[in-house]
């Protein structure tokens, strides 16, 4: 699933909020810059905020950061609570990693424990962080271990993204426009289902969707965390985060099995129930060809995030790598 959207500031200006609406699918809307102080909040943030509560429109937030250590980051962590405490948020609260004259100055170690920090704090209270940076900051900036526990939001202006990580979310335009914002605009696409997500987990002030919760055996479903039994609370990052629903124990801390021995995940690490793409009688040799006959977006990056799902590593477009997922399409295998 890709979704669209735009991030905006103050420096948007006035945007027109029910003619944005039907444009796209989520905003992500700057609450502030630097530590918890009222001059250093977004003039525009709360009007930004109650349009797209008003509107039903999903949103998260982000922060800016000029954070030179933790001292800086629990500031920095207490100013985005105090502004978002009263909004039910369907998107991530992001930490804007780029300033390069203040966090860009440090070490990355320093940088992981500055980021650590923030997250720790926001998570600690309920709310689900990601971190944003510029493809050059996530190369060479955001190389600690400590940044894959997060969802990522990278910035590249460019055709293809390029960057062979896990990342949720792209910002591939800055001189975006959308009718209802007087100003050009950032713009974005979503791989994940956020909404659902944070729904699912009770996350960033919604209530817990009980409901949302249930998933069934025989269920495949993407996760990001996986422990070693169903009453474990120490998550392991999962050297597979993709499979299959083959046991249910009632009432456990971690109540799907997956698979026989890949470990257990509870609702709040599951992401999203897997679909399959199936064209089994196609009767080509092209990968584009077999997934329109199937009505399936055909750009690169689509294709390369299906690539990714799949296990198949730094997709280039190759003949070789496009056969891989074409025989898997034939066979109903492919991941979505």
């Not at 526990?149 to 792209?170: F, P």
């Not at 919604?206 to 025989?218: C, P």
Request: aromatic share 14%.
């Amino acid at each position: 699933m890709t979704t669209h959207g735009i991030d905006v500031s103050q420096y948007q200006g006035l945007i027109d909020w029910e003619v944005v609406k039907d444009r796209i699918d989520f905003a992500i809307i700057r609450c502030g810059f630097g530590q918890d102080r009222p001059d250093q909040d977004d003039k525009l943030f709360r009007r930004n905020a109650d349009e797209c509560t008003r509107l039903n429109i999903p949103f998260g937030v982000y922060l800016y950061s000029y954070a030179k250590n933790t001292n800086d980051a629990k500031k920095e962590a207490d100013h985005v609570l105090r502004l978002v405490k009263d909004y039910q948020m369907a998107y991530p609260v992001y930490y804007d990693l780029e300033d390069n004259n203040t966090t860009g100055k440090q070490s990355n170690e320093v940088i992981g424990d500055i980021a650590k920090t923030f997250a720790d704090i926001l998570e600690g209270q309920g709310y689900y962080v990601g971190i944003y940076a510029s493809l050059y900051w996530w190369k060479t900036k955001l190389t600690s271990p400590v940044f894959d526990r997060y969802t990522h939001w990278i910035a590249n202006y460019t055709a293809e993204l390029n960057y062979d990580g896990t990342y949720d979310m792209w910002q591939y335009s800055s001189t975006g426009w959308v009718e209802g914002v007087p100003t050009i605009v950032d713009l974005n696409y979503c791989y994940a289902d956020f909404p659902a997500i944070i729904k699912r987990a009770g996350k960033n002030n919604f209530d817990k969707d009980i409901k949302a919760n249930m998933y069934n055996i025989g269920d495949t479903v993407r996760f990001n965390y996986v422990f070693l039994t169903s009453e474990s609370a120490n998550p392991l990052r999962p050297y597979r985060n993709i499979g299959t629903i083959t046991k249910i124990e009632e009432g456990a801390r971690n109540p799907y099995l997956i698979g026989n021995d890949q470990g257990w995940v509870n609702n709040e690490v599951i992401e999203a129930k897997i679909n399959y793409l199936s064209n089994p009688d196609y009767m080509g040799d092209s990968l584009v060809g077999a997934l329109q006959q199937i009505d399936v977006d055909t750009s690169f990056q689509n294709r390369q995030r299906l690539a990714r799902l799949n296990g198949i590593n730094n997709y280039v477009g190759s003949a070789m790598q496009n056969l891989q997922m074409l025989q898997l399409l034939k066979e109903g295998k492919l991941i979505s």
